[in-house]
């Protein structure tokens, strides 16, 4: 899913941006060079990897094909260490000594701040796959990913209606997450809801009882749900401790790679992905659960579950962190 949208984001750009190249004099033999600024360390580094894939792939495919205008594509990867510092001296490197075109990446908000005036200051597109709270303007930044209202605007009106509309906003002490429910409590607001308790993580939380009976005990219907990484084993344990059962999941920035974690549990979620499609059907507008490894079309936004993303073979995801990273 999230693969194939690296994939086919890095098949275009790369067109794009072959044209004239940094170095002056290149003959066919020589690689036209992306950079990509990745954690492959820090805490998201699950998120890493699977971009790597994604680009790998297109590079495959690129390569196998013949290249672009006769030369070959190679991949530069840089470890951001889900750090600011680490992050802008990975895409100076990048630039400036291995001469690359382009850079793609990061995951995390707090880098893609820091690192985005440098792509302005040095003239360097920033192709950017991830969710985020959006406001970023330049000639060298290209987003291939929700903003939120494309994102909460379609998933909360939902939620709303079918859940209810009682509200917990839980997410990490991260740019992103902060950000998101600032933009969500005044939509939820409109819609008639009311947010009966925010709470942020700290990322060193391994046991989350303390957290899943503060949830419990507000009764809300609906948990915005904007934990990512470190985080993400708070959905194994709330479903073991009875949550879910009145409490429904919306899911901020779902992605494939987060089901293994999952390891089953957390059924009850909903989330929204910009559109749903593989290479043999037609686009849906979008999949919500009917039972085990069932799903149906639905309107504007993608909601899927667990299981819906575990079998349902029709979503491919065309996208998918302020103080400390995303």
Known sequence: MKLRAIKCMTLALLVCCAGPSRSTGADATEPIRIGAVLPFSGGVELYGQQAKLGLDLAVKDINAAGGILGRPVEVIYADDETRPQSAVTAMRALIERDGVLAVVGPITSRNLNAIAPVAESLKTPLLYATNYEGGKCSRYFFSFSTVP????????????????????????????????????????????GKVVGTQFTLGTETDFTPLIEQVAA????????????DGMDFIRQADDRGLLKDTTVAFLGLSEVDLGIFRGKGQNM????????????????GVRRQGPGRSRSRRRGVELCNDTLQHADCAQSGYREGRQSR
């Open 270 to 285: 909903y989330t929204v992905v910009p559109f749903g499609f593989d290479e043999r059907r037609p686009l849906r507008q």
């Open 218 to 229: 507000t009764k809300a219907k609906v948990l915005l749900f904007a934990l990512k990484g």
């Open 149 to 192: 209202n494309q994102e909460l605007g379609q998933l909360l009106p939902y939620m709303n209606q079918t859940f209810g509309n009682t509200y917990f906003l839980l997410g990490a002490d991260r740019v992103w997450p902060q950000q998101m429910f600032d933009i969500a409590q005044p939509l939820i607001e409109k819609l008639g």
